[in-house]
Nanobody, 124 residues
Framework: QVQLVESGGGLVQAGDSLRLSCVAS????????MGWFRQAPGKEREFVST????????LYADSVKGRFTISRDNAKNTVYLQMNSLKPEDTAVYYC?????????????????WGQGTQVAVSS
């Protein structure tokens, strides 16, 4: 099992930036596909982005493409989500997730372990 701890959330204004971090422990981090999901009040948890073992491949939801960047530092067991040009509709709890499989996954049921989430609130 992988333990995941997110940080970096907060309250910002539209147009601002935030960087989320997620530190993993419990398994070899460089063997994990990592993902970010988010869940707004009253909505289902949705895919945001994912990154391959070595960080060479990434996928993004259309809603964040061009504004968000996922990256990882395997030496620090950490995955990041740089969020720029934030919009009020980005307001949600953001979750880090780990997949033991080798492929990039956009469906939440393909992820094995989850963090506790970090709140991001964007005011207009």
């Amino acid at each position: 099992q992988v333990q995941l701890v997110e940080s970096g959330g907060g309250l910002v204004q539209a147009g601002d930036s935030l960087r989320l971090s997620c530190v993993a422990s419990g398994r070899t981090f460089s063997n994990l596909v990592m993902g970010w999901f988010r869940q707004a009040p009253g909505k289902e948890r949705e895919f945001v982005s994912t990154i391959s073992w070595r960080g060479t491949r990434t996928l993004y939801a259309d809603s964040v493409k061009g504004r968000f960047t996922i990256s990882r530092d395997n030496a620090k067991n950490t995955v990041y989500l740089q969020m720029n040009s934030l919009k009020p509709e980005d307001t949600a709890v953001y979750y880090c997730a780990a997949s033991y499989g080798g492929s990039l996954m956009t469906q939440r049921w393909n992820y094995n372990d989850w963090g506790q989430g970090t709140q991001v609130a964007v005011s207009s």
